[in-house]
């Protein structure tokens, strides 16, 4: 069965109380629910994982490399300056797609750069929780073969 990892770093634990009119108010229990029901529509295994640390995001994403599993990342603040985390998806070859709940760019100037976008196949931002379901759609569309790559 193909697997998938969705990874969630800092902050994102408090889904639901941190700044709700930013985040909305629906939690990360909430939205773990609603990607395990897309995953199982589409007969793929969901690895869902947060943490606030940087060093168990750079290991995870290692574990997504040699396991050949597509990542869906919001590595949260760690987005912004994180060179660790840009080069374990280079150095294990992940297969990422970027997304963020908020739209970093209509946001402060420092959310505007990101260190993993260049290294990761695409990037979903500025839908709330949607962007995590838009980012599964685009790694195994619900009509296609979910095959998990688009043609380049
Ligand atoms: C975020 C945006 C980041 O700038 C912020 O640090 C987060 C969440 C988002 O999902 O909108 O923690 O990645």
Redesign the pocket.
Known sequence: MPSVFVLN????NLLGSREPA??GSETLADLEARLQSACDQRGIELVFRQSNHEGELVAWIHDAGAAGAPVIL????Y??SSIALRDAISGANADVVE????N?HA?EHF?HRSMISAVARGVI?GFGLR?YELALEALFPSGGQGSGRFLP
Request: aromatic share 4%; net charge positive; glycine share 10%.
């Open positions: 770093g800092p902050n994102l930013t985040y919001n590595a949260g603040a987005t912004h997304v963020h709940i908020s970093v946001r959310r931002l962007s």
